[in-house]
């Protein structure tokens, strides 16, 4: 009837994660890096240390349909000892996404 690991409610709701973000998140590649805006705000993401001005480079993990969770991974210190840490946002908070090159 119903698999193990898939959200059973999923298609009685089916655009519970609607908008642009989620859209594309939900057909994005693990390791795909974005630059992250959210909603009510006019600049992406930094997550640097003190007042980093820098966008951070988050690398997409995965998104989750059932609760609308994306998760990503970020470096805390780019160029420093890596000091790698999770992200994890509601798509529908997100207001865009920059896509960054793959690298070859």
Known sequence: MFGL???WWC???PLACEGCACSI???ARE???FLIMLKGTAEFLALGPGQSPQATEFS????KE???CAIFTFSQQPGAVPAEREFIID???IAAL???PFPL
Do not use: A, D, I, T
């Not at 997409?60 to 998104?63: L, S």
């Open 11 to 13: 298609e009685l709701l």
């Open 5 to 7: 690991g898939k959200c």
């Open 66 to 68: 059932e609760s609308c």
């Open 25 to 27: 998140l939900r057909n």
């Open 98 to 100: 920059s896509p960054l």
């Open 91 to 93: 798509c529908r908070s």
């Open 60 to 63: 997409f993990v995965r998104f």
């Open 31 to 33: 390791g795909q890096e």
